[in-house]
């Protein structure tokens, strides 16, 4: 029983924009949640994990066929990027991450291996220091987690390391936090709708750099996968093709994927 609750409430972290999209856009409304989670990212002039990735989500309806849905870490990355990385073989870019001698790393398997001991710690979005912005994003970070924690008095930054004060494990106790915003009080979810999506298309419709292909706004190229993945099925990576393929073997299943024969 206790699994399948730490289950349901891992996939309402992971789902908080599905949860949006579904309760409070198709109700006509505007949708703001976050969630704090286990400390990793340091804050501005610091080098040690006190916050979450604390992500911040905001849906918004538009006059379009999908929503404005934005939903992004309060970091610069998050650890299932740095898991990429390291499944793809390639270096992560620099300035992801500070050491405690205050340096970075690109090595997505050390970084990993060092965060779960404390010796590195993320960037909030705008990275290190103040000359590129980094306390923007430990100003978002610090207001997802004090949102998450006070508005439900739980627990916070250190306390949700998943260990107890004799290092034993424990269940992590992440907050949530959610807010809903009703058009229609203002001018009305039709004019909204329109304006949002008059944003929208102007945004998309301005000029791009000479390199780049189009403009997209949030949320707009999940529903372009969604409409070629709902029929065609989801693509796997190399890399993870490589896991199933050796978690079938290891349990002897007779069992034979469909991309092994490309």
Sequence with gaps: ML????????????????ILKDMAEKAGMIGVTGTNARPSVAPTFGVEPMMGTNPLTVTLPTDEAFPFNFDCATSIVQNGKLEFYARSGKEAPAGLVVTKEGKTLTDPDKILKDMRKGECALLPLGGLGEGTGGYKGYGFTTIVEILSAALAGGPFMKQLSGK???????MYRLGHFFFVVNPKFFMGLDTFKKTAGDICRGLRNSEKAPDAERIYTAGEKEYLAWCDRKDKGVPV??????????????????????????
């Design 237 to 262: 990576g190399e890399a993870i093709q490589k896991e199933f393929i050796n978690l079938r073997n290891e349990l002897n299943l007779p069992y034979h994927f469909s991309f092994e024969d490309k």
């Design 164 to 170: 107890d004060e004799n290092g034993n494990n424990q």
């Design 3 to 18: 699994t399948s609750i730490g289950r349901f409430l891992k996939k309402l972290r992971v789902d908080r924009g599905e």
